[in-house]
């Protein structure tokens, strides 16, 4: 009766092992994987910001060049 439920216990610590080296490896997974979704929105939301800049250069160029011409006509 105490070899069997010393195999039990043996039993057990290997299926609590396992079961942790499991969760370990899925919490590494959901780290790496929420990693990789951060860096890709920083990559996004700075391709946006540089479409801006540029957008607005333009924009900017134009009023300029808006009031050299209303200049010309003072």
Do not use: C, F, P, W
Request: aromatic fraction near 6%; proline fraction near 0%; glycine fraction near 2%.
């Amino acid at each position: 009766n105490a070899s069997m439920r010393s195999r039990e216990l043996i039993d057990e610590n290997d299926i609590v092992r396992k079961a942790r080296a499991l969760a370990e490896q899925l919490l590494n997974d959901a780290e790496e994987k929420a990693e990789d979704i951060r860096r890709g929105s920083y990559e996004y939301a700075e391709e946006i910001m540089k479409k801006v800049e540029y957008n607005m250069s333009k924009v900017l160029h134009t009023v300029k060049e808006n009031i050299d011409e209303l200049d010309e006509y003072k």
